[in-house]
């Protein structure tokens, strides 16, 4: 039998992957179906609390990891901002589900690549 696709799931199959596989994320998420039937992840992102945590950790100035902050995401102000991830609909539930565990090793969820490439960049 041919193995199923995330598009050819229901809603409620779909939550059951995500929630037990996008886990230990602190920061506020949520899931939504896409278009061709596959799933993306959400998570806000609030770059002054992230530039406290980074000065803080960093030792380096605020303004300075602000700063950083603002050009490493490309905003014009510290407005929170919303990080996406995306599956597609021809993924099949395992594919989804390891791509989901990898995306939520650790409590920044989807930020962990942006905090780790900051923390690298104030040195």
Do not use: H, K, N
């Not at 996406?84 to 930020?111: Q, Y």
């Amino acid at each position: 039998m041919e193995e199923q696709s995330l598009s050819q799931l229901l809603a409620g199959r779909v939550e059951e992957i995500v929630r037990g596989s996008f886990t230990g994320v602190r920061e506020r998420w949520w899931w939504e179906r896409s278009l061709d039937g596959g799933l993306r992840v959400c998570q806000e992102l609030d770059p002054e609390r992230l530039s406290q945590e980074l000065a803080s950790r960093s030792g380096r100035p605020p303004e300075e990891v602000r700063e950083a902050v603002r050009e490493e995401l490309g905003l014009e102000d510290m407005s929170p901002a919303v990080l996406t991830f995306e599956i597609p609909g021809t993924a099949t539930p395992e594919e989804a589900e390891r791509l989901l565990r990898e995306r939520s090793s650790g409590p920044l969820g989807l930020a962990g690549g942006l905090y780790g490439r900051l923390l690298r960049r104030l040195g």
